[in-house]
């Protein structure tokens, strides 16, 4: 088959990395792709980063399948335009989208279904917004309405910050309730009616080691079976992804942010695609072959189809550029690429970029260097000896990626 995945980041380097492992080979295609994927895939970059871009490159190369990783394209509308052209794409139209695109319709969609998810005021203007403060205690939650990229979520600790985050995003925006617990990433395919999950994986949102500093895109992430038992996976299936799906017949990659609260799992948010890092864990542990299911759930026949993951957790460990998630410098070289994956880990690519001398930087998030474990403590150990040997000037990482976990089921690190 010719596949076409779209993005240049460590999700979608994880995606065609899967691929290319698949027992039969494919076609595979990348756009615009990155240096790591050029060696599982051609790169195709698109005349413009626009639907009707996207769907040229794939009519050019007769793809029989396109698979899209961030949801910007999908938010602008590329699964439309694919379905007007009968070119097969596995992710949801643009009003599907609206689910990750607009937390005010996001959050109203929640209401109207009876979505367990954090108590809320949607506001039209500033001066509603600020009026609503007073129906929440501190600390309180507030959110910009559009994409931010994980930097439109301000969590106020008292009113003089609450009033600040209000004027600061703008409207429209909401106001909700501050909830405690764990967060845990659950996603699923959807094929418009049947839902076949992957394996739970947490995020590690903060920038900085012990959940300290600004929010990222994401700093690393494990998945790790524990993470949630079956009757949790049954009530988050039950109570938030089903009547979801019912009720939109979303096709696509739906990832469900938890909070994991004494009260049951909430939901923080939809994303409409695959998460990024927790992609590259998972993808790690993928033992069966990918493209038949991504070709399976377009056409409408996930009835019945599995997917088998090794029974090993895995561990992503994102290397970022100095000063990440403000502002960092770029093309500064790399080393040590080749030396951190001789130890069997992967090294996913996220912003990369070809330099005169070498792989240099080309992102906040550089490098996700991801293995796996006959148990968690095991599969982190490796994760950081790979990590250990790369280097680039201003480079910093988390080094407690996964730590919870190893709390929670009272494993150690060899080390420690
Ligand atoms: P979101 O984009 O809605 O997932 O929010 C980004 C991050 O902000 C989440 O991953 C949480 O860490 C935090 N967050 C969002 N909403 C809440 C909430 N209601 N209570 C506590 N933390 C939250
Ligand atoms: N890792 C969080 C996200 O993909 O949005």
Known sequence: MTILVIGSGGREHAIVWRLSRDSRSHKLFASPGNPGMAACATLAPPAA?????????????????????????????????????GRPLFGPTAAQAQLEGSKVFAKSFFRDHSIP?????????????????????????VKADGLAAGKGVIIAHDRPAALAAVRKLGAPLVIEEFLRGEEVSYIVLSDGRNVL???????????????QGPNTGGMGAYSDDRILNASQRQEILDTIILPTVEATGFVGFLYAGLMMTADGPKLLEFNVRLGDPET???????????????????????AGVSLDFLNAPSVCVVLASGGYPGDYATGVPIQGIEEAEATGATVFHAGTRQGGA??????????????????????IEHAYSAAGRIHFAGMHYRRDIGRKGLSRYNESTAGT
Request: charged letters at 15%; glycine letters at 10%.
């Open 358 to 379: 070498g792989i240099e930087t080309a992102g906040g998030r550089v490098l996700g260097v991801t293995a796996s474990g006959p148990d968690l403590g095991a599969a």
């Open 49 to 85: 980063s626009t639907p009707e871009g996207w769907l040229a490159v794939a009519e050019s190369i007769n793809a029989g399948l396109t698979v899209v990783g961030p949801e910007a394209p999908l938010v602008a509308g590329i699964a439309d335009t694919f379905r007007a052209a």
């Open 117 to 141: 998810t954090a108590r809320f005021v949607a506001a039209a203007t500033v001066a509603e917004a600020e009026l609503a403060l007073a129906s929440f205690p501190f600390p309180l939650v």
């Open 280 to 302: 590259q864990p998972l993808l790690h542990r993928l033992s069966s072959d990918f493209a038949p299911v991504l070709d399976a759930a377009v056409h409408g026949r996930l």
């Open 197 to 211: 999950p992957l394996p739970p994986a947490q995020d590690h949102k903060a920038a900085f080691d012990g959940d």
